[in-house]
């Protein structure tokens, strides 16, 4: 099933090439997907691990691909030669907000602190009313286990003053992220 509006999907994700193959195959299919949808896909711009994964196999199905690419990673030669799109930035500071302007919704694969940073940035505008762009956690593996387990305790704790419901959304299966994604584009 297509979705009847095409969206410019940001997916945050590790650029780590060490890790399990199983990211790589569901981050394949995932990047698959958005091409087959005709959506438009805006990453970190990064050649390397499940960005590239994600580039790749979006790119080969048809799919726009938006690099935001820090100053960081051209000093580096890590850019991305996939890109449709190159928007350069000087810090990463500056690469979420061009992100959370570029997108109309986020996605949350396996990654580290870059990804975290990038899901809590997105999270804190919306507490606050700068957007309603929701964020859809992968949680392929249960990677994101731990962290839902601490949103629930701050929650508990009284701790977040916000309700993440329809801010924050757990996915733990393609079918699941696919049916989250088709619902976002209806709206």
């Known amino acids: 099933m297509k979705a009847k509006h095409p969206l410019s999907v940001a997916v945050f994700?590790?650029?780590?090439?060490?890790i399990a193959p199983e990211y790589f195959e569901q981050t394949a299919k995932l990047g698959r997907w958005i091409g087959a949808q005709g959506w438009r896909l805006v990453y970190g711009g990064a050649s390397l691990g499940l960005m590239d994964c994600v580039a790749r196999a979006a790119k080969e199905t048809g799919a726009k691909v938006t690099g935001v690419v820090p100053d960081k990673l051209v000093e580096r030669g890590i850019v991305s030669p996939l890109l449709d799109e190159t928007i350069h930035v000087h810090s990463l500071g500056e690469r979420k907000e061009v992100m959370l302007r570029e997108s109309d919704l986020f996605i949350?694969?396996?990654g580290g602190l870059g990804t975290l940073d990038e899901v809590f940035h997105v999270l804190g505008e919306s507490s606050i009313g700068y957007h309603n762009k929701p964020v859809v956690l992968y949680n392929m593996g249960g990677c994101w286990n731990s962290l839902c387990a601490m949103l629930d305790d701050l929650r508990h704790q009284g701790l977040l003053r916000h309700d993440l419901t329809g801010r924050l959304v757990v996915a733990n299966s393609c079918e699941e992220l696919f049916s989250e994604l088709l619902r976002h584009a209806e709206r």
């Open 13 to 18: 994700c590790s650029a780590a090439t060490d």
């Open 108 to 110: 949350a694969l396996p």
